[in-house]
């Protein structure tokens, strides 16, 4: 099966000599083409710094990120975000969303930026919305939006592309537990039919127990559990 990302002998580190710290040892992981994999542990074990370093946001301090067998170590700075545009989608915590464009552009914003023809790219975005339960609401602002709502734009810009891999930061964080519990569903849902790698990072056990494989970053190492 193909590897969509791969993480080789990776580490990452803060400071020199003394004030050196380890933040990731030496971790070696994989995510294959339609696996839903969580990865759990405690604020500030490094979740966010391992996804940042796989999305070639981040720069590891010694071993290798690949992206569809593509050593993004060895890119400059255009060719990681190509290839990021190409391969992967991005839903955090906080949605993100620019304040002064609608739903639909908000959503529509990665197929335009690609060079994406604009009538074409507003009615994916429109077809993307009616699938996150939002066609009512396209040509509303974040402003007017609840929170619950101005998440599931977010899900649904990260989908547009249809990214061979969507990375997850705390996607429910500053959700109740109604918009939460929807939201996830929403986005184990989307990963079915769209047969999108998903990768969540979180420290909620209940959001990690609907994943198919779940691992524990503690003390820099992942341990599958």
Known sequence: MNNIIECRSLNFDYGEGSTKTSVLKNLNFKIQAN?????????GCGKSTLLNLM?????????????NNTNISTLKEHQKTEIRAQNLGFVYQFHHLLNDFSSIYNTALPLLIN???????????ENILKKVGLENRTNHKPSELSGGERQR???????ITAPACLLADEPTGNLDEKNARDVLD???????????ALLIVTHDLSIANKMERKFDLANGCLSEK
Do not use: F
């Open 35 to 43: 696996e839903k994999i969580a990865i759990i542990g405690q604020s």
């Open 55 to 67: 999305a070639g946001l981040d720069t590891p301090s010694d071993g290798e990120v690949l992206i």
């Open 115 to 125: 060079g994406s023809d604009n009538n074409e790219a507003l009615l994916k975005a």
């Open 153 to 159: 734009v977010a899900i649904a810009r990260a989908m």
């Open 186 to 196: 929403l986005i184990i849902e989307l990963n079915n039919n769209q047969s999108t």
